[in-house]
């Protein structure tokens, strides 16, 4: 006689970009009724995080006022600061606090950096003047203003020609998605009018520009991760652990050098002499999912039953404890992105009038927090070599390549 073994191999959970509650409800339901979780958090792991940086967006316009607006004489200085910056005739890449001097705005700008690193995790800045100047200038204005806040830009991408290597700086969020010439390459949903998912970037701090606003909703949302893990922490301490363990397989859609890598999306780390207690969660729902004409690779691992619930619950959590944002035109919104979740509405453009922002990854050396040597690799892409005279500010949207469907070489950044 003979048996006959079945081998099962591991599928992918029924999961996809847009979280489905009730798939979410039920995979829940269904593993609580059918595995034994573990019951106890990881050794060393908070109960409960405190700080200004846990907050509920219901409760928070009571007691956190998250907008500094700019009056005339602070509106003065920048312009005066753009001239003086003009006059000097060097690429963007030099701009900084001393080549765009803002000598009364400053300590105000630095204040705001505090409040991002060791207060609520947020900032809007509010108020520059975005429709009297061209495209160029009001860069110009953005990157100098934000070298106050954090003078370190990162690289969002890469451009290679054949006589060098520039790094984009300077990203546009915009809705790409009806020219002709970005059908089949939307891989990230910053480039459509969908909405976008709670996630993080990569970098330390994520700054966003207003050029111009939608006809319609958009709404900018965001919502303390802190406040997520102490939820967690409390109802669901098995999903603590399942953020916590390295076997996370992030896609590589198509990278050759490297199909998926792995690591956790949750990092603790322990008080020092000059650091509080901190937890980070570092993720972007699409590494698991995919997204448009970057869908998942079929011929690499699948997340876990357990992982899928665990992005659902890091989403839903996240919405229901969000604040959403007044974003307008000329807003700065500023955030801590080792300690806040984003996201964004659905929205309605016209043939005049479209939303339309920018966007800078930034690091302040002074107020930064410590990186998780997991996260180094990640960090090192973003932060290292950028030297000034390689800096690349584009002034017309278009698709980086770690979200273009025909580049496939996206999940890193």
């Known amino acids: 006689m003979s048996a006959t073994e079945t081998i099962t191999v591991p599928q992918q959970p029924d999961i996809q970009y847009a979280p489905d509650y009730a798939k979410y409800q039920a995979r829940t339901a269904r593993r609580l009724a059918t595995e ?72 105000t700008l630095r204040s ?32 100098g203003v934000s070298s106050h806040i954090a003078p370190i830009r990162g690289r969002q991408d890469r451009i290679v020609t054949d006589s060098q290597t520039s790094d984009v700086v300077l990203n546009h969020i915009k809705d790409l998605s009806t020219r002709p010439d970005s059908q089949g390459r939307i891989g990230a949903p910053a480039y459509t009018t969908e909405k976008q998912v709670f996630h993080t970037d990569a970098g330390d701090i994520i700054s966003l520009f207003a050029l111009s606003e939608a006809a319609q909703g958009g709404t900018s949302r965001l919502a303390s991760s802190w406040r997520v893990y102490n939820e967690l922490a409390a109802t669901r301490p098995d999903l603590i652990r399942t953020l916590g363990e390295e076997e996370w397989v992030l896609d590589g859609f198509g990278n050759k050098d490297k199909p998926y890598t792995t690591r956790p999306l949750l990092f603790h780390t322990p008080a020092t002499a000059s650091a509080p207690e901190r937890v980070l969660i570092q993720y972007a729902r699409r590494s698991f999912t995919g997204y448009q004409s970057l869908a998942r690779s079929p011929d690499i691992p699948p997340i876990t ?24 035109a000329g807003d700065v919104q500023y955030v801590n992105n080792l300690s806040i979740f984003h996201a964004r509405d659905g929205f309605v453009d016209t043939a005049e009038t479209q939303r339309h922002l920018v966007r800078l990854w930034l690091r302040d050396e002074e107020n930064a927090w410590p990186t998780p040597k997991r996260l180094d690799e990640l960090w090192a892409r973003v932060y290292d070599g950028v030297d000034a005279e390689n800096q690349y500010f584009p002034t017309e949207p278009r698709i980086r390549t770690s979200g273009d469907g025909k580049a496939k070489q996206g999940g890193g950044y």
């Not at 665990?310 to 404890?321: G, P, Q, V």
């Open 36 to 107: 034994t979780l573990p019951t106890g958090l990881p050794a060393g792991f908070p109960k409960e995080l405190k700080s200004e940086l846990v907050w509920e967006g219901s409760e928070l316009a009571g007691r956190y006022d998250w907008t500094y607006e700019l009056n005339a004489a602070e509106v003065e200085e920048i312009e005066k600061a753009l001239q003086h910056f003009q006059s000097l005739k060097k690429p963007l890449g030099f701009i900084t606090p001393e080549t765009f001097p803002l000598p009364t705005l400053h300590a």
């Open 112 to 143: 705001i950096s505090h409040e991002l690193h060791h207060g609520h995790g947020f900032k809007v800045l509010r108020g520059l003047p975005v429709h009297s100047h061209p495209i160029e200038e009001n860069i110009i204005i953005y990157a």
């Open 305 to 328: 039953e357990a992982q899928a619930e665990a992005l659902d619950a890091l989403h839903f959590l996240a919405e229901k404890f969000s604040v959403g944002l007044d974003f307008r």
